[in-house]
């Protein structure tokens, strides 16, 4: 029996399959490579001995999907593939339905025919919207304030609606806080195409040299030093959730929604300072205004992984920052 991994060959997905094969688990991964490229299969097989099977399709083609579930013996499905970029999402809504929504019922549907009823899917915390007072708990109300995050709250109420019509389903929705860091490899890691609009790896590129300077996005939100809060959580302790998700899948009922996150915050300005220590690189920063759609302060309570996936975070900051910068300083552009 394999695992069924779309998005595979991309940076959470490539980490989660370097820990599934260290636990021997066999894998077929599923990307249309939108957002990644096959080098990242040369580098899980320098990493762990073994090479991916891989397939190039699109979730969306229901024809190609099925042809991988005849060949391959699926017992689950952890689903990343999809697109992930915020501004992006309010720009081109349209494809962000298209392969979130409507690529993922397609999945649900091959899937389906198959019998193949356990699925893993990569939830955010953008579900928590802007109202929730952190810590996040499960239980609170969601809603999204984007198209992006309105793709991952549409695809948690399909799953729940699904689990709810056939006891068959064993669904466990991830929302994940804030992934960053690297293989301690150093080979693999996030490679975001054209300039990065996340924190991490705008720092790193900064950092290298690739970047002149760092805006932060204000400096005057109600927090310890008026820069944004995140719950940073190191992408191979997330990794690791997925292979205890997977194996929780057997036990859980229905559809359960768990927090993926450390439980503490960490400030833009923080992360400069760690970045500056442990690089040694100057990271020049500029105050800019607030970025639209930013909150102050986002943290997970992360007790229901522990409960449920008997999970929790292992790794620090220093892991996270020095794991980025091994893996920015080696692979200065990226995979290429
Ligand atoms: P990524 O872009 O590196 O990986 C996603 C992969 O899916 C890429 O390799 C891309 O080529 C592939 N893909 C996209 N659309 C596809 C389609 N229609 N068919 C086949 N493959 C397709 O992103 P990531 O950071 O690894 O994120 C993985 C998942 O986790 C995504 O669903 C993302 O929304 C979710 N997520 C990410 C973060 C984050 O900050 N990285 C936070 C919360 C949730
Ligand atoms: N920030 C800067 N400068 C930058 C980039 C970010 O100051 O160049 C600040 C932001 O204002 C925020 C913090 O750094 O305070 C983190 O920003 P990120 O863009 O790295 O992450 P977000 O928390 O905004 O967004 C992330 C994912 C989204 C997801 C969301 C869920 O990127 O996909 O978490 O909470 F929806």
């Known amino acids: 029996m394999s695992l069924l991994i779309t998005g595979g060959t991309g940076y959470i997905g490539s980490h989660t399959v370097v820990e599934l094969f260290n636990d021997n688990q066999d894998v077929v991964i599923v990307d249309n490579l939108v957002n990644s490229s096959t080098n990242s299969l040369d580098r899980i097989e320098q990493i762990t001995g073994k090479r991916p099977t891989f397939i190039e399709a699109d979730i969306c083609d229901k024809a190609a999907m099925r042809k991988v579930f005849t060949e391959h013996d699926i017992s689950a499905v952890i689903h990343f593939a999809g697109l992930k970029a915020v501004g992006e999402s309010t720009q081109i809504p349209l494809s962000y339905y298209h392969n979130n929504v409507a690529g993922t019922v397609a999945l649900l549907e091959v899937m389906t025919e198959f019998n193949v009823k356990n699925m893993v899917f990569s939830s955010s915390a953008t579900v928590y919207g802007e109202s929730?007072?952190?810590?996040?708990?499960?239980?609170?109300?969601?809603?999204a304030t984007n198209p992006y995050g309105?793709?991952?709250?549409?695809v948690e109420h399909i799953l729940f609606d699904l689990a709810k019509s056939d006891p068959q389903w064993s669904i466990i929705l991830l929302r994940y806080f804030n992934p960053i860091g690297a293989h301690s490899s150093g080979l693999i890691g996030e490679n975001p195409n054209g300039i990065p609009n996340n924190l991490l790896p705008f720092v790193s590129q900064?950092?290298?040299?690739?970047l002149a300077q760092l805006q932060v996005y204000g400096n005057d939100y109600d927090t310890l030093d008026?820069?944004?809060?995140?719950?940073?959580?190191?992408?191979?302790?997330?990794?690791i959730a997925h292979l205890k998700?997977?194996?929780?899948?057997a036990n859980l009922e229905g559809c359960t929604a768990i927090n993926i996150g450390t439980g503490n915050g960490t400030s833009v300005l923080q992360i400069v300072d760690k970045f500056k220590e442990v690089s040694g690189a100057d990271i020049p920063f500029k105050i800019s205004p607030r970025r639209p759609g930013d909150i102050a302060t986002v943290f997970?309570?992360?007790?229901l992984a522990n409960t449920l996936l008997a999970w929790q975070a292992e790794r620090n900051l220093d892991d996270m920052i020095i794991d980025t910068w091994r893996w920015q300083s080696q692979n200065p552009n990226g995979f290429e």
């Open 245 to 249: 998700a997977v194996s929780a899948l």
């Open 300 to 303: 997970a309570e992360a007790k």
């Open 226 to 239: 008026g820069t944004g809060v995140r719950d940073y959580i190191h992408v191979v302790d997330l990794a």
């Open 150 to 154: 309105q793709t991952k709250l549409m």
């Open 132 to 143: 929730n007072v952190s810590p996040l708990v499960e239980t609170m109300p969601t809603s």
């Open 206 to 210: 900064v950092a290298v040299g690739r």
